[in-house]
């Protein structure tokens, strides 16, 4: 079942903020690890990503989780729009970490689309029933429209809470277009 989002954007900072800032009562997973684009030092950006006009990204993922494989998301940010989420593969991992191979399908206002195969992993918090750390890496895999051979890396981080299926997440990265 969908649940409707009609929390405004200034409710997703707010949200964002006491999530992903440890202001609110619990504390992210001290052992958490965000995966990462490795940096090339003194590397422009067209030479660590293979050429083309690349740009910087950035903005949030607000998520609800509709089943255990399938996630619809609203995008603010520099991919502002829409995104559907599939769970192509889930492996628990130690300590009750969960794996994920995904790939999304986003949608900007402007009606282009970016796709991207992924990596997720959720790590439980701390003392906290059913709160996740949730990080993520997507590769872009191309698109259509602005998008058509689009190529580049997403990296995010957030919060998820499984009681509800819902996150947040703030994304970074690049995108390159040809």
């Known amino acids: 079942m969908l649940r409707k989002i009609g929390i405004g954007l200034l409710g997703v900072g707010l949200l964002a903020g006491i999530l992903i800032s440890g202001s609110s009562s619990f504390a992210l997973a001290q052992s958490a690890t965000v995966p990462t684009a490795a940096a090339t030092p003194n590397a422009t950006m067209d030479s660590v990503t293979g050429g083309g006009n690349c740009a910087p990204v950035g903005g949030t993922f607000i998520i609800n989780f509709v089943d255990q494989t399938n996630a619809a998301a609203l995008l603010t940010g520099d991919l502002a729009g ?93 995108v390159c277009t040809k």
């Not at 790590?123 to 998008?147: A, E, L």
Request: net charge negative; glycine share 14%.
């Open 82 to 174: 829409a995104a559907r989420g599939l769970a192509l593969k889930v492996e628990p991992g130690a300590n009750g970490v969960i794996n994920y191979t995904t790939t999304h399908a986003i949608t900007t206002q402007g009606g282009d689309l970016l796709m991207t195969s992924d990596h997720s992993v959720l790590t439980p918090v701390q003392g906290q029933d059913k709160m996740y750390f949730f990080s993520q890496v997507q590769t872009v895999t191309g698109g259509t429209g602005r998008y058509a051979n689009a190529t580049g890396t997403l990296t995010e981080y957030g919060a998820f809470n499984a009681a509800v299926a819902e996150g947040v997440l703030r994304y970074t990265g690049h």
